[in-house]
């Protein structure tokens, strides 16, 4: 089945903005055996930006005003919040055009997420109406969530984004990926992580977030990349990394977590919010809560 024919029963505009974001998610990918040098310029958050997220950036934000879907976009490559005059529709979206973006000069898979509202989209994730990444690997895929089920669809050799896998639910699984420092990780996170390794569990982390989440879907387990040491908050950002994949898992019967509670329940202070993230299966996620409960 065509993504275009599986979005019927959704609202026209959201039916619009998905196949548009898979129509952009195709531009992108063609540009990155040609764009992969580093610009001169830094993000809100102190990282260099590549050439390519600066373009993948400028792709979908005008790709995303032409539609006249779009009334408010942020984007991690933005200070501020954008507000395009004279949208037909009120919808807001969050994206981290290219997320895992060093990744591509070794050949690592590295995706497109986008967080979709209803209005603001400075508000807790859950008031989110969807989430969905293109995720450019061996193949290119686009999952999407609509709040009706977390759907998976494979970019075929005529271009066409064809289902691969529906109603998807996170299975129990053995594997994490924890990022950030061992040595500067909190006492909490440093138990729970004992845990882990005590049943079993085996490490499976790119440095791709979007790509190692996509793996915990469908194979079970946790992704964290924790507060540590100095830097408490961790490095990745609610508003385009933990809510909208936050968002799908929790949709397909995972869970997410700040190491307290649930990713989606916190209010953001600003666009350039950074959150320690757990990502996963139920279990996993209770264990952190639990053990940080306890502590
Ligand atoms: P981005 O490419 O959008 O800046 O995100 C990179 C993120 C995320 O994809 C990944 O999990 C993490 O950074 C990896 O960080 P480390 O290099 O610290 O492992
Ligand atoms: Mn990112
Ligand atoms: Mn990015």
Same mark, same amino acid.
């Given at each position: 089945?065509?993504l ?9 505009d959201l039916r619009e903005l998905v196949l548009k974001i898979g129509e952009i998610g195709k531009v ?14 830094? %993000? ?16 979908l934000?005008?790709g995303l005003r032409e539609s006249g879907l779009v ?20 919808i807001?979206i ?20 986008i ?17 969905m ?24 050799? %005529? ?128 264990? *952190?809560? %639990?053990?940080?409960?306890? *502590?």
């Open positions: 089945m065509k275009e024919e599986h979005l019927a029963g959704h609202d026209q992108i990918h063609k540009g990155f055996a040609s764009r992969q040098s580093v610009s001169d310029t830094q %993000n809100v958050y102190g990282e260099t930006q590549m050439a390519l997220d600066k373009w993948a950036d400028q792709v934000i005008d009334k408010y976009l942020a984007s991690e490559e933005q200070p501020d919040v954008l507000e395009f005059e004279g949208s037909k529709s009120d807001g969050t994206q981290d055009p290219l997320d895992g973006s060093s990744l591509i000069g070794v050949n690592l898979a590295v995706g497109t997420i967080g979709i509202f209803r209005g603001s989209v400075l508000v807790p994730g859950q008031e989110m109406i969807g989430a990444y293109v995720l450019y690997g061996p193949l290119t895929t686009l999952t999407y969530c609509l709040k009706k089920g977390v759907h998976e669809f494979v970019l075929d050799p %005529n271009g066409e984004f064809v289902l691969q896998s529906e109603d998807i639910r996170i299975p129990d699984g053995k594997i994490f990926a924890p990022g950030a420092i061992r040595k500067k990780y909190l006492d909490g996170h440093l138990k729970w992580i004992e845990a882990l390794e005590a049943d079993g569990y085996k490490i499976r982390f790119s440095g791709s977030f979007v790509a190692d989440v996509h793996q915990i879907l469908h194979k079970g387990g946790v992704f964290t990349y924790p507060g540590i040491v100095g830097s408490e908050q961790g490095k990745l950002r609610l508003l385009f990394e933990g809510n909208p994949m936050g968002f799908i898992v929790e949709q397909a019967g995972g869970a997410t977590s700040d190491g307290y509670r649930s990713l989606l329940s916190i209010q953001p202070d600003g666009v350039a919010h950074r959150v320690p993230i757990y990502v996963g299966g139920k279990k996993e996620i209770n264990l *952190i809560n %639990n053990i940080n409960g306890g *502590i």
